[in-house]
């Protein structure tokens, strides 16, 4: 879920930092 | 790490957290002799939590009013605006400065309202300037100060030319237009950070409800990620998760103030 917002985001508005943040984490975290 | 070496860690720490930091290390050479690595992990957690404290205590309303109370950049009674010569000043607050003018073409007293230039750079503020100069304006009356709004947009202009294309670009940018999901998404985003449970649902539903009247606010959808994020963690080790949001938070430390 938390990856699905995040690239929700991203579709939205691929130039937020914060989206690009949190998917890094969770990348980071999870992958 | 067992549940019973985090469990050691945990009590160590908050047992050295109650200490002046003077007495800090005595008490962790004594607690920790012998175990070298428990001495490391204990120590860079408070460490961590020395560096994150003073800014942590800061709330973001501090933090507005530290913004807000900078000294204006030159706007001083004497000083000539387009066509108006600032006389002297009536009064300042957060929202700007009022100054008795001189209208040099009309040759009339007025009074110019001028915005602090980090709301002159904000376009949602030089709207709601744009909007309270034409109530005011609507009105006639000779006790009733008339507001000069060309002054603001001359300050803004001027604020302009010293930013690149890009910045002024992101600066112009809005998330969203709709007034409730930006209140929505600013609430989520202060309860983000609380350190429960509790308050990480309570942001998630304060996200969703934002998404829900606009569901293209890509930043509620960035928020939703981090409370899922959290939520996920704090379930599993809150001591890490607090100290990785701390982290987190040093790293975009502005990042409540985005619209």
Redesign the interface.
């Known amino acids: 879920m938390a990856r699905a917002a995040a690239q929700k985001a991203l579709e939205l508005d691929e130039t937020l930092a914060e989206a690009h943040d949190a998917l890094a984490g969770i990348k980071f975290q999870y992958d | 790490m067992t549940p019973e070496r985090f469990e050691q860690i945990n009590q160590l720490y908050h047992a050295a957290l109650a200490l002046a930091p003077i007495e800090r290390a005595a008490f962790l050479d004594q607690t920790c002799a012998g175990d070298e690595a428990l001495r490391q992990e204990v120590a860079s957690l408070l460490a961590a939590e020395a560096q994150a404290g003073s800014f942590i205590e800061a709330t973001p309303d501090d933090i507005a009013a530290d913004l807000l109370a900078e000294p204006p950049a030159a706007t001083t009674v004497g000083r000539r605006l387009g066509r108006y010569q600032l006389l002297s000043l009536l009064g300042a607050g957060g929202m700007g400065e009022v100054y008795r003018a001189k209208d040099t073409h009309l040759e009339r007293e007025v009074a110019v309202k001028i915005l602090p230039p980090q709301l002159a750079a904000n376009p949602e503020a030089l709207r709601r300037f744009e909007r309270e100069a034409k109530a005011v304006a609507a009105l006639s009356h000779p006790n009733i100060l008339a507001i000069q709004e060309e002054i603001a947009r001359h300050i803004s202009e001027s604020l302009r030319l010293k930013l690149s294309g890009g910045e002024r670009q992101r600066l112009a940018k809005r998330?969203t237009t709709n007034i409730e999901a930006h209140q929505l998404y600013l609430k989520g985003h202060s309860y983000l950070y609380k350190a429960d449970e509790g308050g990480l649902k309570q942001a998630l539903e304060y996200f969703k409800q934002a998404i829900g009247l606009d569901p293209?606010?890509?930043?509620a959808?960035?928020?939703?990620?981090?409370a899922?994020?959290y939520l996920?963690?704090n379930s599993s080790c809150p001591q890490r998760r607090r100290s990785r949001w701390r982290a987190?938070r040093r790293?975009?430390p502005w990042?409540w103030m985005?619209r």
């Open positions: 998330q293209n606010y890509a930043l959808y960035a928020g939703m990620a981090d899922y994020v996920a963690d987190r790293r975009r990042s985005r």
